[in-house]
Nanobody, 119 residues
Framework: QVHLVESGGGLVQPGGSLRLSCAAS????????MGWYRQAPGKQRELVAD???????NYADSVKGRFTISRDNAKSTVTLQMNNLKPEDTAVYYC?????????????WGQGTQVTVSS
């Protein structure tokens, strides 16, 4: 099993920035894709951005040009830099990772971190 621990998040005014980080830990694991999802009240969880082990990135249209995802494969961490935040970005953000641990496929989720964009 691979455990994900998130940090960052909080309250920010519209136009502000926040940085989310996520670190994976476990035994004998490799990660294919790491990413961030979010879920706003009353809405389904949606993909924000993800990144492969080779560095290929994918973004939701709503965050393109404002958010940047990056990854450190050696440290098994993924970071989401969020700029020019909007009230509609308010949600609980979840880190996600899939890969293999002890040769067994896994999908793991973090506990979630709240991001609130409000004046």
């Amino acid at each position: 099993q691979v455990h994900l621990v998130e940090s960052g998040g909080g309250l920010v005014q519209p136009g502000g920035s926040l940085r989310l980080s996520c670190a994976a830990s476990g035994i004998a694991f490799s990660i294919n894709v790491m990413g961030w999802y979010r879920q706003a009240p009353g809405k389904q969880r949606e993909l924000v951005a993800d990144i492969t082990s080779g560095g290929h990135t994918n973004y939701a249209d709503s965050v393109k040009g404002r958010f940047t995802i990056s990854r450190d494969n050696a440290k098994s961490t993924v970071t989401l830099q969020m700029n020019n935040l909007k009230p509609e970005d308010t949600a609980v953000y979840y880190c996600n990772a899939d890969g293999q641990a002890l040769r067994i496929p896994f999908v793991s989720w973090g506990q979630g971190t709240q991001v609130t964009v409000s004046s």
